[in-house]
């Protein structure tokens, strides 16, 4: 089992910038990949961002593409999102996922944390 813990959500006004952090515990992640989507009121959870853990490798959504960008700190089971130049859009509720950058394929979710992006 893995728990992961979200933070760092908050309000922003549109072209701003925030930094989300997901920290994983109990069972390795080690030979998973872990990933951020969102999920917009009255939407569908979508993929954002993710990356390999062991491989590096980064994979993004079109509509993050060079404004968003995934890391992780293997030493601190830790993986952020920075997102820059926010937009109205960009308002949903983050989740911190683990194992696959489908909806239906992800093992493990964090509980959720809130972006509301103003204009």
């Known amino acids: 089992q893995v728990q992961l813990v979200e933070s760092g959500g908050g309000l922003v006004q549109g072209g701003g910038s925030l930094r989300l952090s997901c920290v994983a515990s109990g069972r390795t992640v080690s030979s998973l990949t872990m990933a951020w989507f969102r999920q917009a009121p009255e939407k569908e959870r979508e993929f954002v961002a993710g990356?390999?853990?062991?491989?590096?490798?980064?994979r993004y959504a079109d509509s993050v593409k060079g404004r968003f960008t995934i890391s992780k700190d293997n030493a601190k089971n830790a993986v952020y999102l920075q997102m820059n130049s926010l937009k109205p859009e960009d308002t949903a509720v983050y989740y911190c996922?683990?194992?696959?950058?489908?909806?239906?394929?992800?093992?493990?979710w964090g509980q959720g944390t809130r972006v509301t992006i103003y204009s």
């Open positions: 990356v390999g853990w062991i491989s590096s490798n980064t």
């Open positions: 996922a683990v194992g696959a950058y489908t909806v239906p394929d992800v093992r493990y």
